[in-house]
């Protein structure tokens, strides 16, 4: 009989899954955040893409694998995960409505939905995002009114909703933006008094409000605004 060989030493279980451990730690700070994942697809099955401009958002990872109009934050932050930095679908012909699993993107700086086909409302989720910078929904056919919550986003620099068909009063709630200096409004159906906390805007250089509905007088307030160059509204109709 001959002498038996000595076999290899194996990996107990709990080595195997210590193992494992390591290797989805190490793997998933390069994969973006699973709640932005899901949120992506809500956002592309509330909208219609006749030109399938998206249609690589089915594949692998949004960020990794450079998904259409998806732009990330390639230095991970404490969690381990890449996340948005921008959204940006620019011009695409896309249709269909702007998903409430927007506010889901919770790192994002820039959204960009100008001139597309856009219907519905703004979703009030926006107003999760507190780092969002830019809010570029122009040339669209959005209804509805402008959600309060988007006055309490602390670094939002630019608000672009021209060319819509929004309709309401301009929320008191904007006077909040601190950090505001594009208010670009016209080409729209909004309604009542020109809010005069909006004078409280210290940074604010544009405030584009003409065409719409807008009723009363032109707030005084408004021209003691530091930084103001750019007020155009002259379709303001006194009761």
């Known amino acids: 009989m001959g002498v038996l060989e000595r076999s290899q030493p194996t990996l107990s279980l709990i080595e195997c899954l210590c193992w494992c451990l390591v290797l989805i730690g190490g793997a998933h700070s390069q994969l973006t955040h699973p709640t932005e994942v899901n949120a992506l697809r809500n956002i592309k099955g509330s ?17 990794t694998s450079e998904w259409t109009g ?30 409430p699993q927007l506010g889901q993107l919770s790192h994002l700086e820039i959204l960009d939905f100008m001139w597309n086909n856009v219907t519905g409302s703004i979703p009030k989720e926006i107003g999760r995002i507190t780092t969002l910078k830019l809010l570029l929904l122009n040339g ?3 209804t509805g009114s402008l959600p309060d919550e988007i006055g309490f986003l602390p670094n939002l620099d630019r608000i672009q909703i021209d060319q819509n068909k929004i309709s309401g009063s301009i929320p008191t709630s904007f006077a909040n933006l601190s950090n505001i200096k594009h208010f670009h409004m016209n080409n729209n159906s909004l309604s009542g ?15 584009l409000l003409h065409n719409n509905n807008l009723s ?5 307030e408004l021209s003691e605004m530091p930084s103001l160059q ?3 509204i002259f379709t303001l109709v006194i009761p």
């Open 140 to 142: 669209n056919q959005l």
């Open 193 to 207: 008094q020109i809010p005069p906390q909006l004078s409280r805007l210290p940074k604010l250089v544009h405030l």
């Open 47 to 63: 909208l219609t893409d006749p030109y399938r401009n998206l249609r690589n958002w089915n594949r692998g990872d949004p960020c």
């Open 216 to 220: 009363g007088y032109l707030p005084p």
């Open 70 to 99: 998806v732009f990330c934050y390639y230095i991970t932050p404490s969690d381990g995960y890449l996340h948005l930095r921008e959204l940006s679908l620019l011009n695409m012909n896309i249709s269909g409505s702007l998903s």
């Open 230 to 232: 750019i007020l155009y």
